[in-house]
T-cell receptor, first 110, second 113 residues
Framework: GIQVEQSPPDLILQEGANSTLRCNFS?????LQWFHQNPWGQLINLFY???GTKQNGRLSATTVATERYSLLYISSSQTTDSGVYFC????????????FGTGTQLKVEL | EPEVTQTPSHQVTQMGQEVILRCVPI?????FYWYRQILGQKVEFLVS????????KSEIFDDQFSVERPDGSNFTLKIRSTKLEDSAMYFC???????????FGPGTRLTVL
């Protein structure tokens, strides 16, 4: 099956710092989503981004489908950004199920 | 904004008991999914459902599991005889026809003792 790898696995930032999270995937995809799992365990949709670039406030994401990676940028990080960030993909022609990466655990400190 | 809802938020059960986890997908969505996340691990696909039948299921989704859409709004996951290893967070998700974005509910934390 498709492999989805995320890096780094853990990240500690000072409040106000910027960061880049990476998601590599091993096959062509028709869906890529970024999620933030908050401390209560809820999965919050951040972006649907199978290709191109999107921005939402302090967050932006870029997917280069031909090179099979996606990047999530967090600028001016806040303590509320802490949690686990997952990317998830579904295969082109492979049905709709999402395959999740192992996540990046982010901690933002004061 | 419409949301996927799930009940209960936390369920504690004894090994061997049956549990039913409930979900109300977003009203105009027609694709429904269940995923699970064992503590500290990644989220795993269990099953997808469309047009009143299972469209895909994973190896995890064995004969102990079943899904049902008993009425026009609810979507349920039943575990017939729970095992200790079924302890996990279970997420329901839904999506519209013609789009790929899946929207997730807040999850049900299942604890099997």
């Amino acid at each position: 099956g498709i492999q989805v790898e995320q890096s780094p696995p853990d990240l500690i930032l000072q409040e106000g710092a910027n960061s880049t999270l990476r998601c590599n995937f091993s096959d062509s995809v028709n869906n890529l989503q970024w999620f933030h799992q908050n401390p209560w365990g809820q999965l919050i949709n951040l972006f649907y981004i199978p290709s191109g670039t999107k921005q939402n406030g302090r967050l932006s994401a870029t997917t280069v489908a031909t090179e099979r990676y996606s990047l999530l940028y967090i600028s001016s990080s806040q303590t509320t950004d802490s949690g686990v960030y997952f990317c998830a993909v579904s295969l082109t022609g492979g049905g709709n199920k999402l395959t999740f990466g192992t996540g990046t655990q982010l901690k933002v400190e004061l | 904004e419409p949301e996927v809802t799930q009940t209960p938020s936390h369920q504690v059960t004894q090994m061997g008991q049956e549990v039913i986890l409930r979900c109300v997908p977003i009203s105009n969505h027609l694709y429904f999914y269940w995923y699970r996340q064992i503590l500290g691990q990644k989220v795993e696909f269990l099953v997808s459902f469309y047009n009143n039948e299972i469209s895909e299921k994973s190896e995890i989704f064995d004969d102990q599991f079943s899904v049902e859409r008993p009425d026009g709004s609810n979507f349920t996951l039943k575990i017939r005889s729970t095992k200790l290893e079924d302890s996990a967070m279970y997420f329901c998700a839904s999506s519209q026809v013609g789009t790929d974005t899946q929207y997730f509910g807040p999850g049900t934390r299942l604890t099997v003792l």
